[in-house]
């Protein structure tokens, strides 16, 4: 029994970086409101609908003393969500595994210790069929934070 036990922490610890998830984020000086606009048109533009907005930002400080917490993480934190027909079907059609990534979701944000400063940013993808989704979420993200 402690053999299998042993056996299958070492299996663990070995497959657990695989599913790590790296983000990639684009840094800009425009306002969050501005930024929220750009990404808004950015997804639009690509023939996509957001399906929701999640208000992460307003969550957390609305809930920071209910868990203990005087930290204020986000001026201002929200996370968009959207899918593609036709490249959801694609990705999954080649694995039907990736529909553990949809919908998509890029976030932005605004710090207390760097104002000025918004962040748009969103999660890697694996390598093989669902680069072609990261394909699509860096074009987004680069357009609302006014990148190329």
Avoid: W
Avoid at 31 to 54: H, K, M, R, T, Y
Avoid at 67 to 90: E, H, N, P, Q, Y
Avoid at 95 to 109: A, E, G, H, L, R
């Amino acid at each position: 029994m402690v053999k299998n036990l042993l056996a299958l922490t070492a299996a663990a610890l070995i497959t657990a970086p695989a599913f790590a998830q790296d983000a990639v984020t684009y840094t800009t000086s425009d306002s969050f409101d501005d930024v929220v606009f750009a990404l808004e048109n950015a997804v639009i533009g690509q023939g996509l609908v957001i399906d929701s907005v999640s208000h992460t930002g307003d969550m957390l400080e609305r809930t920071k003393g209910d868990v203990g917490s005087d930290v204020t993480l986000f001026t201002k934190a929200d996370v968009f969500s959207f899918c593609s027909a036709a490249l959801s079907r694609k990705v999954m059609e080649a694995d039907y595994t990736n529909i553990q990534f949809c919908p998509y979701d890029i976030f932005i944000y605004t710090r207390p210790d760097a104002p000025g400063e918004t962040v748009v940013g969103y999660r890697t993808f694996p390598e093989g069929p669902m680069q072609e989704i990261q394909a699509l979420m860096d074009s987004i993200a680069k357009e609302a934070a006014g990148v190329e």
